[in-house]
């Protein structure tokens, strides 16, 4: 390689990088449910709460589910900011499409939660910077299992202590994905970057045919 030349990345068909972010994703979400179903109900235990009431909670919602959308949304939350809109959309979309299939779920709870709390991050992060993306996840998590709206547990969303450690598995437990991707790869069919420049004429290097797409392992 010559000095100054820059290394080409290859491709990666947009479809096969979903389908192994949401591997990769399912794969870090069972690793840590448990620790954070320990201290979800570790605060459930200290709410004025029965056990049969307790109980019921827990059995009405599909919380493992319901923790599998919020690590998803965790990284595609990123994406917007890391792809070219067209680029973005076209994943978003096919993580809409194959997200329920994937928690092995024949409705959409999966999905809708999933891109109401991306919002909520994509949101939080426009207000505040300083706003951690695994304590919104975490919030919109509690507000879905109904805590906001119970006597007994509200103070449960207002404890920053304990909204930090439940959201301790998502901080530190879900894999950067879609940075580690930029970094290896492009999305084939596209050209990297351009959408930061978005030059009215491209240029004849800009019109090459676009590089054979490769498996993503």
Not at 49 to 70: C, T
Not at 100 to 106: G, H, I, L, T, Y
Request: glycine share 4%.
């Amino acid at each position: 390689m010559s000095i100054g030349a820059t290394a080409v990345k290859p491709t990666v068909e947009p479809r096969a990088a979903v389908e192994r972010f949401l591997k990769h994703m399912a794969a870090a979400a069972r690793k840590t449910f448990p620790a954070w179903q320990k201290k979800l109900i570790e605060g459930l235990d200290d709410c004025k709460l029965s056990y049969d009431a307790q109980y019921a909670l827990i059995d009405a919602h599909p919380i493992e589910d319901y923790y599998f959308a919020g690590v998803v949304a965790l990284e595609a939350a990123k994406i917007r900011r890391l792809f070219a809109p067209d680029e973005a959309s076209e994943l978003l979309s096919l993580i809409a499409e194959q997200v329920d299939a994937v928690a092995e779920r024949k409705d959409r709870i999966v999905s809708d939660l999933l891109f109401f709390m991306v919002g909520r991050v994509e949101q939080a992060a426009h207000v505040d910077q300083q706003k951690m993306p695994h304590d919104e996840v975490v919030r919109a998590l509690l507000q879905r299992m109904g805590v906001d709206r119970s006597e007994e547990m509200l103070h449960l969303m207002h404890a920053i202590l304990y909204r930090h450690e439940l959201g301790e598995p998502l901080a530190l437990g879900v894999p950067q994905w879609w940075q580690m991707f930029r970094t290896k790869y492009s999305l084939a069919g596209k050209l990297e970057n351009s959408w930061v420049s978005s030059p009215a004429t491209p240029s004849p290097a800009a019109r090459k045919a676009p590089r054979r797409a490769i498996a993503l392992m």
